[in-house]
């Protein structure tokens, strides 16, 4: 059995070279108790740092670490499927991991035993964020939660750390969908799951690619891409409005007939700024779903690779 581990990496100078000794340490390990083949491939999304030059001279020094050079950052979803799409053809299964590792490496030991009893997708599920801050602990559970809230088969505490079989790899790689929201995507696949569990590590270097500004961004673009949740809250709205509107009317009107007038500027005004917020929200999330048609329909390749090692 032959495993390859992706590793996504954007200006990671800090941590490779500990990431590499880590994994390569591993890949010993993962021999001796399971008696598979492992090696890497590192994806450099467009770094503007020295990462690349040192997964060429880790790939010059060892056979079983290989790499590609994206020739712009496209973002770590994109640079994820660049390395699964490259993977396909070379592996009986597939692993996929930050550099940082914060995800504990030492699972995979795990999800390996988990594939050779017959499984195909090993989901990779944080127990705890001890090592967090608490505003980073408390965004990720509120991302989490409102991603479970519009889909329920989305994995509590699951970001992209899991193994792969060679044919489900196959059946993502029949999605041609350019909005890639890879965790709920897997989870759509079906086939015999499993699940191993771990503790979040602290990152040892360099700085989150994660902050909440992108955090925001990527949860907005999970649900809108996976989800038609906010146009079916834009449809209820409109209708609450409607029927506070029709009972405003009516109230009006008896007001009129007892001859009594209607006192209350403050108030218009406030429902005028109210309905029109909500009119405004609603065409910016249409806007958005609009958007990502316009992406879907254009087709453009989703990266081109500059350089292989």
Not at 40 to 51: A, I, K, N
Not at 155 to 163: G, I, Q
Not at 301 to 308: A, G, H, Q, S, V
Request: charged fraction near 25%; aromatic fraction near 10%.
């Amino acid at each position: 059995m032959k495993v390859l581990i992706v590793i996504p990496c954007y200006n990671e100078e800090a941590v490779l070279q500990k990431t590499l000794q880590v994994l390569g340490s591993l890949i010993q390990k993962i021999k001796t108790d399971t008696d598979a083949d492992t090696e890497l491939l590192l994806v450099d999304d467009g770094s503007r740092d020295h990462t690349w030059q040192m997964i060429s001279d880790a790939a010059k020094q060892h056979k079983y670490v290989h790499g590609i050079k994206l020739s712009h950052n496209r973002g770590h979803q994109n640079a994820l499927w660049a390395g699964m799409e490259t993977a396909v053809d070379h592996c009986d299964a597939m692993v996929s991991i930050d550099a940082d590792l914060q995800d504990d490496e030492n699972v995979i030991v795990d999800m390996v035993r988990q594939v050779q009893e017959g499984k195909d997708i090993i989901y990779g599920v944080r127990k705890e964020r001890k090592t967090d801050t608490w505003f980073k602990r408390f965004t990720a559970q509120a991302f989490y939660k409102l991603m479970q809230s519009v889909d329920k088969e989305t994995v509590y505490n699951h970001a992209d750390f899991r193994m792969m079989t060679n044919r489900t790899l196959k059946a993502l790689m029949q999605y041609p969908e350019r909005n890639l929201f890879l965790r709920a995507i897997v989870r759509q696949l079906g086939f015999r799951e499993g699940f191993v569990y771990y503790d979040r590590k602290a990152r040892e270097a360099g700085e989150s690619k994660y902050p909440l500004s992108k955090m925001l961004s990527f949860s907005i673009d999970g649900i809108t891409s996976f989800s038609v949740a906010p146009l079916k809250f834009i449809t209820f709205m409109g209708l609450a409005m409607t029927f506070i509107a029709v009972i405003m009317i009516i109230f009006a009107l008896v007001e009129h007939f007892q001859g009594k007038t209607i006192q209350g500027w403050t108030s218009m005004l406030v429902s005028l700024w109210f309905i029109g917020g909500i009119i405004t929200t609603g065409v910016g999330i249409t806007g958005v779903y609009i958007g990502k048609i316009y992406t879907e329909v254009k087709r453009r390749p989703r990266y081109f690779i500059e350089e292989r090692v």
